[in-house]
């Protein structure tokens, strides 16, 4: 076969070989691209079913429940938002490193101190992993995390920033009823006692005074809709919480014919700053009748809504307009 006709094959075999060599080149810029670290856990989240981590002033133990729901060591009944947990849960089993250093490294980086900043323990069913967060290279920004094998990390600061979330964080809020207001028939506030009739609020000793519906209203929506911040499940005495002497009581009655009491206690003190969104609320201890044995934590404000006497329900506008009415039917 003369040279003409090797030619094309020849150019074909080169395009060939230089095809490969780009498809090669692609791959690993391609798997640069998608290999965002060292992986630091052995498992995936789904099957880890204990979570323990201390730092930032608190110490939390989490376990998985035998029907998969996440509850806090020390306190089992306390609600927790599942998803909450779960979401954290998954950022510590995908935690990575940047890189593991040498032996010929740990020489030029600080010794290992006593005090660490956070210590993470995962755990899915007989693999444990302990994860030791120990000082904070600012200029690379940076942690060094040593492992239970004794291997030693560099982690990014932004990827252990808010990991040790305070239970607070997780704590799921509760309502004081499923009922609405629709459901309502009577609400008592104080020695108050509130009726609807065909729609309409009125006062149970004094039908024909002019109550303020919207006023009423507010009240039974506050204790329908009322969502709680903190549930102490293992409370002291009544004392404790000023719900002996409460600031003020409410009682819903519902077409079922079912009540629900609530009490307003104290002023919750030293109330906690939110971590997350660096915001302090003033809270009061609240008492219902459909979680006994339970005190919750509330917002302060919703007694707001309570603070009511006789006078100050007077519907002006309803006076004024009777008012009037009188005088028209006067001439």
């Not at 149970?204 to 809709?225: F, G, H, I, N």
Request: hydrophobic content about 40%; some cysteine.
């Amino acid at each position: 076969m003369n040279r003409k006709k090797w030619l094309p094959l020849a150019l074909l075999a080169a395009g060939a070989v230089l095809l490969g060599i780009l498809l090669a080149v692609l791959t690993r810029e391609k798997k640069a691209e998608t290999d965002t670290g060292i992986p630091l856990m052995d498992f995936a989240a789904a099957d880890v079913d204990k979570l323990a981590y201390s730092g930032n002033n608190v110490d939390v133990t989490l376990l998985k429940g035998s029907e998969g729901n996440w509850m806090l060591d020390s306190d089992p009944t306390l609600p927790l938002d599942q998803n909450a947990v779960q979401s954290l849960v998954e950022k510590f089993a995908a935690l990575t490193a940047a890189r593991k250093l040498q032996d010929s490294e740990l020489g030029e980086i600080p010794a290992m101190s006593d005090t660490p900043a956070m210590v993470f323990t995962l755990q899915a069913g007989e693999t444990t992993r302990t994860l030791t967060v120990d000082q904070l290279n600012d200029v690379a920004g940076v942690y060094y995390v040593y492992d239970d094998a004794g291997g030693v990390y560099t982690v990014a600061k932004s990827d252990l920033n808010n990991l040790c979330k305070a239970p607070r964080s997780l704590y799921a809020a509760q309502t004081l009823t499923d009922k609405t207001a629709d459901d309502v028939t009577a609400l008592t506030v104080g020695d108050l006692p509130f009726v609807l009739t065909d729609g309409v609020w009125r006062l149970a000793d004094d039908p024909d005074y002019a109550l303020d519906q919207s006023a009423v209203k507010r009240m039974v929506s506050t204790l329908c809709e009322m969502q709680t911040e903190w549930s102490i499940t293992s409370p002291e005495n009544d004392s404790a919480y000023g719900l002996d002497t409460p600031d003020t009581t409410a009682v819903l009655t519902f077409t079922d014919g079912t009540s629900l009491t609530v009490r307003f206690g104290a002023l919750v003190p030293d109330t906690d700053t939110d971590a997350d969104t660096s915001t302090t609320t003033s809270l009061c201890y609240l008492a219902s009748s459909g979680a006994p044995g339970v005190v919750y934590e509330v917002k302060s404000a919703h007694k707001d809504a309570f603070a009511v006497t006789k006078e100050n329900l007077l519907d002006t506008a309803t006076e004024e307009t009777a008012a009037v009415d009188d005088v028209a039917a006067e001439h």
